[in-house]
C-alpha cells in the first residue's frame, strides 16, 4: 500500500513480479462460526482416520524427519517467482529454535505411520502479531479437508490462548489457502509486493 516507495522502485527500473496477500481474522467476531467449523473438520477427521495433534504429543523418533520431507514437497508446491531450492534437515531443524515457535503451538496431521500435513501457530514471546506460520499437506491428501482442520486447530488454540486477533500471509496464486482464508472469514490488509529488474 505504499504507493511512493513502489513509484520510486518503478522510477529506478524495477518492476512488479508477483503480489502477496495478507489477511487478519477477529477471532471474537467469528468465534461462533470457527468454532462450528472445527467441530464438522474434527468430526469429518475422525471419519477419515487422520490424527490431529501438536507436535509435542507425537511420540514418533522420526517425526522431525517426516515433517520436514512434507514440507518441502508441499513448500514445492506454493507459487513462486525464485525457484523452490531444498533445505538440509540441519537447516530446517533451526526453525524449531525460533523464539515464536514451539512445539505445543504446532499442529501435524497423521495418516497412519505417515505426517500428512503441518500448520504452526507463530506467537511472538513479548509482542507483536500472532500468525500462521506455514500451512502445508502432503500431495497424496490434498482436496480432503487436512490443511482446513489443521488450520482451525491453529485459529482455536489462539482463542484458548486469549488471542483476539490472527493474521496470515500467503502468494496471491496460491488460491486453494486463499479460498479458505476467506471461508474462515479472514479480511483482507496490505500484503507485499515482490519487484525484480534486470541485473547490470
Known sequence: DDERLLGWLTAHGYREERRSRAW???????????????????????????????????????????????????????????????????????????????PDRMWIAREGDDIVGISVLAYPPTRGNVWTDWTGTARQVRGRGIARALKLETVMQAVALGVTRVRTENDGQNAPILHLNEAMGYVRIPGWAQLLRDAR
Open 24 to 102: 487478519e481474522l477477529d477471532l471474537v467476531q467469528r468465534r461462533s462460526t470457527l468454532e462450528e467449523m472445527a467441530a464438522a473438520s474434527r468430526a469429518r477427521m475422525r471419519e477419515a482416520g487422520i490424527v490431529i495433534q501438536t507436535i509435542d504429543q507425537d511420540a514418533d523418533p522420526e517425526k522431525f524427519h517426516k515433517i520436514h520431507e512434507m514440507s518441502e514437497e508441499a513448500a514445492s508446491d506454493v507459487p513462486t517467482t525464485i525457484p523452490h531450492v531444498r533445505e538440509p534437515f540441519a537447516l530446517f531443524m533451526k526453525w524449531f529454535e525460533s523464539p515464536s515457535v514451539r
